[in-house]
């Protein structure tokens, strides 16, 4: 049996994308910016996937920039953010341990241009609270960035308590949405987010589009030069097709939202009670506050290459970790900011689940895993350390 289980990593392009799709590339393929009738039935695609958006997220749709994925829009947020906090006076921005490599790249680049960066703590279950935030707010601090759900262990963070906690204070709330984005509700109004990156291959739309979203008011910071496309804030003639496909994936993805999620939880559940049920097992992040599809675990005594490897010989395509750092040797910086000792973070496991998956395909897994982890265990000298006591366990 073939089981595909990094939906985390990216989606399968869902039909209904797919045949929105298709009619840009030899129908309406004009140039948006063109003023003559091919461009302009082009403008008006992208003037309703950009409504689409809009209207799915509580917002506005000049408030609506595509981009090329999540990695760019987190970019451009932090700068735009930081831009205008310089502007102010004030340099210093409050983000977490645990965000997403274009988030805390991001922010070190700003360090060495002058800003001072307060990175939170991550609690043992996974999700950082408000409180914390409050307590990091300084009279400089210009913006809070923090992730809606964590790629890795798919922790729900409170992200309406800390948009309360920004807006009262008066400081720009980012969000990094692309694991959230059409898998949980996201108004952006209510939840008092100022700034939202989402990217469209996370729920079944094509590679290469994100979308970020911007209050009213806030002025963005080209990092891309170029054209005045996107009202002059990303330049490049705007991918039609894979724009369109993006929205049409979106609209779905938020329309099925809540029978997905009906679907999903309980395969989730039924794979962490198995998966934690082998010894010296544990479970990171909290059990129930996580995205439907996302299980993460930490097996003791093996190393999670070995392990993707086995899986990939008996059809399971899984990860450890983030796929944007999947060629490192390190261990996942998530866990390390969970309090996961490093040789226990080196055999981790996410299983990242949608609705495509089947109730035979979690059986499965949970067929094949204990297998593939006894096996490498009884080869890891490691591991008759840990058994013959020479050595205590970690789990």
């Known amino acids: 049996m073939n089981v595909y289980a990094d939906n985390a990593a990216t989606t399968a392009v869902s039909k209904t994308a797919l045949e929105a799709m298709l009619p840009c590339f030899q129908e309406v393929y004009g140039n948006p910016s063109s003023l003559h009738s091919p461009g302009q039935r ?8 950009r409504d689409l958006f809009a209207r ?6 000049r408030e609506i920039t595509f981009t090329s994925g999540g990695s760019e829009a987190d970019n451009q947020a932090l700068r ?29 680049a700003l360090e060495k241009e002058g800003f001072t960066v307060t990175l939170l703590d991550i609690p043992p279950e996974g999700v950082v609270t408000a409180e914390q935030v409050r307590a990091a707010l300084r009279t400089d601090t210009c913006l809070v960035s923090v992730m809606f759900a964590n790629n890795e262990i798919g922790t729900i963070q409170p992200i309406g308590e800390i948009g309360a906690v920004c807006r009262e204070a008066g400081v720009l709330f980012h969000t990094d949405a692309v694991q959230a984005a059409g898998h949980l509700p996201i108004d952006v109004e209510a939840l008092q987010i100022d700034l939202l990156s989402l990217s469209a291959h996370k729920f079944h739309g094509p590679k290469g589009v994100g979308v970020l979203y911007a209050r009213k008011g806030i002025p963005l910071v080209n990092v891309i030069y170029g054209g005045a496309q996107e009202r002059g804030k990303r330049a490049g003639t705007e991918n039609v097709p894979g724009i369109c496909g993006a929205a049409a994936a979106f609209d779905e993805a938020c329309e099925k939202m809540a029978e997905h999620q009906a679907y999903l939880t309980p395969l989730r559940d039924k794979l962490i009670a198995g998966l934690t049920a082998i010894p010296h097992t544990v479970l990171n992040g909290d059990a129930q506050r996580r995205l439907p599809g996302n299980v993460n675990v930490c097996f003791e005594g093996i190393e999670g290459e070995s392990l993707l490897l086995l899986l990939d010989d008996r059809g399971v395509a899984a990860s450890s970790g983030s796929a944007c750092t999947s060629g490192s040797l390190d261990p996942s910086h998530v866990l390390l900011a969970l309090g996961r000792p490093h040789e226990v973070a080196h055999g981790s496991l996410r299983l990242s689940l949608c609705e495509y998956n089947t109730p035979e395909e979690i059986d499965y897994l949970l067929a094949v895993l204990p297998e593939i982890v006894s096996y490498l265990r009884n080869m890891s000298p490691v591991w008759d350390e840990l058994e013959t006591g020479r050595r205590p366990h970690l789990i």
């Not at 082009?42 to 996937?49: D, G």
């Not at 799915?56 to 749709?61: C, I």
């Not at 310089?86 to 645990?98: L, N, P, V």
Request: charge should be positive.
């Open 56 to 61: 799915r997220l509580n917002a506005s749709p």
């Open 42 to 49: 082009a403008a008006e695609k992208l003037a309703a996937a």
């Open 80 to 108: 735009s953010a930081a831009a205008l906090g310089a502007r102010k006076g004030k340099k210093h921005i409050i983000s977490t341990k645990f965000e997403h490599h274009a988030i805390l790249h991001t922010l070190s």
